[in-house]
């Protein structure tokens, strides 16, 4: 005779997280108490961490479509956290997962994907809504509205509620841009600086728990925090609290001759993010609203740490 437990376990929706990285063991933190869920994993290592934090997790490669199999029919509701390849126009690894769901005799019901707000390309800091057309800069930033596309197409076709969240920049207390700061990478000047957006890493996991349960077919959500700010004074901040020197500001075109290349890029778009629908249809409601109380936590948490 079943137990309790075993029962309860044979009755839990089953949620598959595809890339399941710091953000994504975030989510399934919060999912676990009523989701059996299953993560993929490339190596015998990751499998093991994965196995760590509670989760089952299967072998599979995006990049190898014949190691897909197993994930045909497997799930209720599917988070797609991977990033797309390292180069080209196209996402071949978003094209492998949909055909390998695609096989089995049930689809997902929901399908979240986890996209960037680089898709708009360079707004020249204008407020920018998920109504704006996507203007991708870069061929990275075109793999993912190739996602996109695919992802959208595949969800009218099939009946699957495909929502798409579009991420700025990814902070918590781990990742600050603390050693940035300390080799002295210069910022743009105030003149020329662009506006960048920031989401918690913790506020991004609710987001994606949220848009599970309450996103609409076919529809996208800025995943942002309330305070788009110039890069430079991002930089400033983080450099106050921890006791740094801030970074040098140099013109634009001396930035571009000294940065590399990726990071120049980011420093050459310019949006401000507007958040109401997330925060509308999702319901969302920010622990960090800006990232004065973000830092303010991780500085707290180092604190603690110091006394122990």
């Given amino acids: 005779m079943r137990s309790d437990y075993a029962r309860i376990r044979h009755y839990m929706k089953r949620l598959l997280i595809i ?18 869920i299953y993560a993929l994993a490339r190596d015998a290592e990751r499998c093991a961490a994965l196995r760590d934090h509670g989760l089952t997790p299967l072998t599979g490669d995006l990049d190898r479509p014949a190691t897909l199999a197993g994930l045909a029919g497997l799930a209720h509701d ?20 949909i055909a390998a769901l695609g096989r089995g005799r049930s689809l997902p019901q929901h399908f979240v994907y986890i996209s960037t707000s680089g898709v708009y390309g360079d707004c020249s800091g204008d407020l920018t809504h998920e109504t704006r057309p996507l203007r991708p800069r870069t061929d990275r930033a075109r793999r993912r509205a190739d996602a996109e596309q695919r992802l959208r197409e595949w969800g009218v076709r099939s009946g699957v509620c495909v929502s798409i969240l579009r991420v700025p920049g990814i902070y918590a207390a781990d990742r600050l841009p603390v050693a940035r700061i300390e080799r002295g990478t210069p910022a743009l000047l105030p003149q020329d600086d662009s506006y960048v957006n920031h989401v918690h890493a913790d506020d991004l996991a609710c987001m994606v728990v949220a848009a599970l349960h309450r996103g609409q077919a076919n529809r996208s959500y800025n995943a942002s925090d309330d305070a788009p700010q110039k890069m430079g004074d991002y930089f400033d901040l ?40 997330v ?28 006394v122990r």
């Avoid at 710091?22 to 919060?30: E, Q, T, Y």
């Avoid at 988070?79 to 978003?94: F, K, Q, W, Y």
């Avoid at 634009?252 to 590399?260: I, N, S």
């Avoid at 778009?269 to 109401?276: A, C, D, V």
């Fill in 78 to 97: 599917v988070i797609h956290l991977a990033p797309p390849p390292a180069a080209g126009t196209t996402d071949t690894r978003t094209a492998h997962l």
């Fill in 238 to 277: 983080v450099a106050d609290r921890f006791s740094l020197p801030r970074p040098p500001r140099v013109p634009r075109a001396e930035a571009r001759a000294v940065l590399p290349e990726m990071l120049y890029s980011f420093m050459s778009e310019s949006r401000r993010l507007t958040n109401s629908r």
């Fill in 279 to 306: 925060k509308q249809e999702l319901r969302v409601r920010l622990r960090y609203p800006t990232v004065h109380e973000g830092i303010a936590a991780a500085l707290a948490r180092q604190e603690q740490r110091h």
């Fill in 19 to 36: 890339g399941c990285g710091d953000v994504g063991l975030r989510v399934a933190m919060l999912l676990r108490p009523r989701h059996r």
